[in-house]
């Protein structure tokens, strides 16, 4: 069965950091483009960050660059989320997706959601005091 399951989400305080973990099962992550993408409580869900799967260019939102990272595990078959200075904008359930299917940029994996079609279950990332 293919899945990519989610954690490493939870209660921050602002300021703080957390790791999210996304462990993929049925399938191998090698050569699938990777994302991020988050939806916070009445707003569409967005694209975090994006890793092409040719030559490993990350995409970041502006909202997140210099904060968030984006990374893989091939060996593990896993891909992680690093995300520090956390703000309570940041607030969300985040999802993590893959795809064969690529795009003209790596920015544009991160907006056309419809590449994807595996999908996580979410993870909730909540940031207050």
């Known amino acids: 069965q293919v899945q990519l399951v989610e954690s490493g989400g939870g209660l921050v305080q602002p300021g703080g950091s957390l790791r999210l973990s996304c462990a993929a099962s049925?399938?191998?992550?090698?050569?699938?483009?990777i994302a991020w993408f988050r939806q916070a409580p009445g707003k569409e869900r967005e694209g975090v960050s994006c890793m092409s799967s040719y030559d490993g260019s990350r995409y970041y939102a502006d909202s997140v660059k210099g904060r968030f990272t984006i990374s893989r595990d091939n060996a593990k078959n896993t891909v992680y989320l690093q995300m520090n200075s956390l703000k309570p904008e940041d607030t969300a359930v985040y999802y993590c997706a893959a795809t064969l299917v690529g795009a003209a940029t790596v920015q544009a994996m991160c907006v056309i959601q419809e590449l994807y079609y595996y999908w996580g279950q979410g993870t909730q990332v909540t940031v207050s005091s």
């Open positions: 049925g399938f191998t992550l090698d050569g699938y483009a």
